[in-house]
């Protein structure tokens, strides 16, 4: 959790700037009815069909067990239903973006969890996992990806998205890599992609799939 200013909007910059997980929880559940006319609407983010269309290039199996870590109000799930995923569980820490979420009727599953801590699922669960907008500054740490890796099947997928910056500043960089050179995982894509187009800011769209144990 950082005190850094990071945007000049005061919403993102409660978002941004909460210093432990009762704010930043207080922030999306004041946001949460808002959360979709101010991202998409205002500030461009568009993020989650990025995110969607990257694991179209890599996931084939439309019925594919897919976690939408950090889901929010369900926007990345919205995207997969379009492309035609069938099979699609949700998880948020925040109550209030989960049961946006829930409204949508398109996740079998909605989880209340902190994926900066470890989850009560089993090993080798999810065909797949996206994760978006959840690695930033202040949200979900870089220990966050053990675990997504844990509740992964040997061969599955993992994309998420590191906002700019973060990357570099929060370590998330430096642990991605790691986990390359220890064979956890192997990368099957990488590159910039715009995050919130209106406010300029990009993010790094990451695709991993686990190695086998
Ligand atoms: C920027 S929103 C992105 C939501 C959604 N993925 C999207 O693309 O619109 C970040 C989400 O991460 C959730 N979040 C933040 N920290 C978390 C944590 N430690 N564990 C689980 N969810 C977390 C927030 O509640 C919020 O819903």
Aim: charged share 25%.
């Amino acid at each position: 959790m950082g005190k850094t200013k990071i945007s000049d909007n005061k919403t993102l910059d409660r978002v941004y700037t909460a210093t432990n997980y009762q704010e930043l929880m207080s922030a999306y559940g004041d946001w949460a009815k808002q959360y979709e006319n101010d991202t998409v609407g205002a500030f461009g983010y568009v993020a989650h069909i990025a995110t969607a269309k990257a694991l179209t290039d890599v996931v084939d199996d439309k019925d594919s067990l897919i976690l939408d870590a950090g889901c929010g109000t369900g926007l990345v799930g919205e995207q997969l239903v379009e492309h035609g995923y069938t099979n699609l569980e949700a998880l948020d820490y925040s109550a209030e973006m989960l049961k946006e979420a829930e409204g949508k009727n398109i996740y079998s599953r909605h989880i209340q969890a902190d994926l900066s801590k470890p989850l009560d699922i089993p090993n080798n669960k999810y065909d797949a996992i996206v994760c978006t907008g959840t690695f930033t500054y202040g949200h979900v740490t870089p220990d966050g990806f053990d675990e997504l890796v844990r509740i992964t099947k040997p061969g599955g997928t993992i994309c998420f998205t590191v906002r700019e910056g973060a990357y570099e500043d929060h370590g998330y960089g430096e642990r991605l890599e790691k986990l390359e050179s220890d064979n956890i995982w192997k990368l099957l894509n990488k590159f910039d992609t715009d995050y919130l187009k209106e406010e300029n800011v990009s993010c790094k769209m990451c695709v991993y799939r686990v190695c086998a144990e």
